[in-house]
């Protein structure tokens, strides 16, 4: 059974920093894209970061220079690290493993049928 369970939301104010986490099991997911989406209520679904199978990465533009995301293919454990938060920031993080080698767009995180999520970590970020 795939299970991919994040960590690491919580609450704080402008400018600080969180670190999300996602470890995965049932599913060896060194061969494939991972990373990150959001929503927040009312909003759309937002794609903000991934990471594929060689390391390359793909940062939404609204968090570009403020959140970076890593791979420890050891732990079966992604990361995403949260810097300068803007309350606009705030939402439900999900982790996402879609079965791709390659994330070519950020909504690849969740449009693939045979690709698994978590149950979300909510951050909060207030002014």
């Known amino acids: 059974q795939v299970q991919l369970v994040e960590s690491g939301g919580g609450s704080v104010q402008a400018g600080g920093s969180l670190r999300l986490s996602c470890t995965v099991s049932?599913?060896?997911?060194?061969?494939?894209?991972m990373g990150w989406f959001r929503q927040a209520p009312g909003k759309e679904r937002e794609g903000v970061a991934a990471?594929?199978?060689?390391?390359?990465?793909t940062y939404a533009d609204s968090v570009k220079g403020r959140f970076t995301i890593s791979k420890d293919n050891a732990k079966n454990t992604q990361y995403l690290q949260l810097s300068v938060l803007k309350p606009e920031d705030s939402a439900m993080y999900y982790c996402?493993?879609?079965?791709?080698?390659?994330?070519?767009?950020?909504?690849?995180?969740?449009?693939?049928?045979?690709?698994?999520w978590g149950q979300g970590t909510q951050v909060t970020v207030s002014s």
């Open positions: 990471i594929d199978s060689d390391g390359t990465t």
């Open positions: 996402a493993a879609p079965r791709l080698v390659r994330c070519r767009r950020l909504a690849d995180l969740w449009s693939d049928v045979f690709g698994y």
């Open positions: 049932g599913y060896a997911y060194s061969g494939y894209c």
